[in-house]
């Protein structure tokens, strides 16, 4: 398969990823723009176990080119072979694919570069950046750090669409999306709030995974002008503005 995935594939494959094929069981449409779309693994569970925020590269067609998205498994299920996958749809071929996909259709996955390490200590309180395309992994997150109180900023619409979050002990900030990179809202309200809420907490752990430029603004933020450690902090571009 990776000769069909292009150089990105074959760095990929020199890399140790190894390609599984996905098929489809069912969809669910969660809003007008979130869907759900149920799979089989392919072996892909049995190959490389669950683990949070566990991600997959799915791979498709753009005007003839390959084109590849990273996608979190929801509800991995080891015993049946089995994960859910959710997709903030928007324009473009990977939305394009998930709008029309059905019981039988297939899509092939990498697997490459998905560890998750657990922060140590652990963490006093997690700040989460996130967006509808991240909420997956925000979802994974939060389950996987227990009981840690958390400060969640969220870009875009989260009415409708399955957030683990709750009021008990996690603050979300909904932020309208303006924009990208620097002068967004959302990174002018964690440059004006995130300062005093660190200075507050011993063992703070950052987790920013949102649009690619906006990810890279605030992880040098948080990194370089609040001298957060690098193992305290995990940043990682979702999606791109084209």
């Known amino acids: 398969?990776?000769?069909?995935?292009?150089?990105?594939?074959?760095?990929?494959?020199?890399?140790?990823a190894k390609d599984f094929v996905l098929t489809v069981t069912g969809a669910e449409d969660v809003t007008p723009e979130y869907r759900r779309l149920h799979f089989t693994d392919g072996g892909l569970l049995s190959a490389y176990g669950v683990h949070p925020t566990m991600?997959?590269?799915?791979?498709?067609?753009?005007?003839?080119?390959?084109?590849?998205?990273?996608?979190?498994l929801v509800d991995p299920d080891r015993e049946t072979n089995t994960f859910s996958l959710e997709f903030a749809l928007h324009e473009g071929c990977a939305s394009d694919w998930a709008r029309a996909a059905k019981e039988g259709d297939t899509v092939e996955a990498t697997v490459q570069g998905t560890g998750f390490q657990h922060p140590r200590p652990e963490p006093s309180h997690v700040f989460a950046i996130g967006d509808p395309a991240s909420l997956p992994a925000l979802n994974s997150l939060v389950d996987a750090l227990g009981s840690a109180p958390a400060t969640i900023w969220f870009e875009g619409e989260l009415d409708g669409l399955p957030c683990h979050a709750n009021t008990d002990r996690h603050e979300i900030r909904q932020m309208p999306r303006t924009g990208t990179g620097t002068g967004t809202g959302l990174v002018d309200d964690v440059r004006a709030t995130l300062p005093a809420l660190l200075a507050a907490t011993p063992n703070p752990y950052v987790w920013i995974a949102c649009e690619t430029a906006t990810t890279r603004t605030l992880a040098s933020y948080v990194r370089k002008e609040l001298a957060v450690p690098?193992?305290?902090?995990?940043?990682?571009?979702?999606?791109?503005e084209t």
């Open 1 to 16: 398969m990776g000769q069909g995935h292009g150089w990105q594939g074959a760095v990929l494959k020199l890399m140790g």
């Open 55 to 72: 991600w997959v590269r799915l791979w498709f067609d753009n005007a003839g080119k390959p084109h590849q998205r990273a996608y979190t």
């Open 230 to 240: 690098k193992e305290r902090v995990h940043a990682l571009g979702y999606w791109r």
